[in-house]
Structures are given as C-alpha cells and as structure tokens.
C-alpha cells in the first residue's frame, strides 16, 4: 500500500471545499463575542471624542470635547449608528464590532493570498477569538476601523502590483498594474488614513 508523498499537507480540494464555511462560522463567533453584553460598561473618557461629537452634531450644539482630525471615519459612522438606532452606548460601540468582525475575512483572504487556505483559517481563528482584537472591536475608538482598511489596503497592493507586464493593453495593464487593485488599494489608503492618521505609514513601508 503506497503512502502518502504528503502525509502533513493541511490544504487541498476538499480544504478549499470547506473553507469558505469555515469562515463563515468564525465570522458569526467574532460577531457574538463581540456584541455579547456590549452595554455592560459605560462608555470610558476616550469613548467621548466620537460619541459626544456625533450626539452633538445630531443635537445642533457645538461638542463638548475636541474631536481632532484623527478617527474621523469613526465619529461618521458613530454619527449613523446614532442616527439610526438612537443615542446609546450600545450604538455607539456597533461601528467597532461590525468593523473589528470584517477583520476576520479580510485577514483570512490576504493570508490566503500569501499562503494558503490553511494559513488563511489559522489567521482567521486568531482574529475571531484573540483578546486584543475583540477588546478594541468593543469601544467607540477607531482601531477596529483602522485595522480592516489597513488589511483592504494590503490586499489591494497585492492584487494591483502581482502581475507581468503584458504587451498590448491599457496602459496600466502594460506597466504590470491591475487598475481594480489599484483602485482598491487607493480606496482603502484614504479610508484607513481617515480612520487613523498613522495608517499612512503603512504605505510607507509598501514603497521601501
């Protein structure tokens, strides 16, 4: 009876089969861990910043704190949640959980990318279920934000710069560059750096 060549080989048809399944449910566990007693703690002074900007907006009144530049992503999406659900601290933490839950894909599919479907659960599995991750995925801050377009980002540079030139064709397509890829790369840059103004250092280090 002939053996297997490939005895630890953690990824194949079947793997791929299921993966997308896989991540579903890692996706609905993030989501649960996330959103399980999201009201259990009032919301803490850093909180404020967006939430005390976006329930002034709403209210006609100048705020009671200085929003800054930084984290304004946040504080528009804060605005919305409060614009549909009411003036809470549940709706305004909802934007960190729905983003910090969309980290778990994006993370599957840009290790998937680099890797393999394996490697793309693992990271996945990490994202779900890692105390840091769920802990700012639960405040009114703007990491959670910055950390799913900072992922978008690097999935963008890989899909617009991982291809050979081709002889005929737009002029992008001649220089190796994938004009969708790029269109999300620079999509997902200027809502990361919204989200985050250190978020631009990422593209730094893309161009090094």
């Known amino acids: 009876m002939s053996k297997d060549p490939h005895p630890l080989r953690l990824h194949g048809p079947r793997l791929e089969r299921w993966a997308p399944w896989l991540v579903g449910a890692l996706t609905l566990l993030g989501l649960?861990?996330?959103?399980?007693?999201?009201?259990?703690?009032?919301?803490?002074?850093?909180?404020?910043?967006?939430?005390?900007?976006?329930?002034?907006?709403?209210?006609?009144?100048?705020?009671?704190?200085?929003?800054?530049?930084?984290?304004?992503?946040?504080?528009?999406?804060?605005?919305?949640?409060?614009?549909?659900?009411?003036?809470?601290?549940?709706?305004?933490?909802?934007?960190?959980?729905?983003?910090?839950?969309?980290?778990?894909?994006?993370?599957?599919?840009?290790?998937?990318?680099?890797?393999?479907?394996?490697?793309?659960?693992c990271t996945a599995s990490l994202v779900s279920l890692s105390l840091v991750c769920v802990h700012w995925s639960r405040l009114s801050r703007m990491y959670a934000a910055a950390q799913l377009f900072c992922l978008i980002l690097l999935l963008g540079f890989l899909w617009a710069f991982e291809k050979k030139p081709v002889a005929s064709g737009s002029w992008l397509g001649r220089r190796g560059i994938n004009g969708r890829g790029l269109a999300v790369l620079v999509g997902a840059s200027l809502l990361a750096i919204l989200s985050h103004q250190l978020s631009g250092l990422l593209l730094f280090g893309l161009t090094a």
């Open 32 to 121: 649960g861990l996330r959103l399980y007693r999201l009201e259990a703690l009032s919301l803490w002074i850093d909180e404020f910043v967006h939430a005390e900007t976006a329930r002034a907006y709403l209210g006609g009144r100048p705020a009671a704190v200085d929003p800054g530049l930084n984290g304004i992503l946040q504080t528009f999406s804060v605005l919305v949640s409060f614009g549909v659900l009411g003036v809470s601290d549940f709706a305004a933490r909802l934007p960190s959980v729905l983003y910090g839950t969309l980290c778990i894909p994006a993370a599957y599919a840009l290790a998937r990318r680099l890797f393999n479907p394996w490697v793309g659960l």
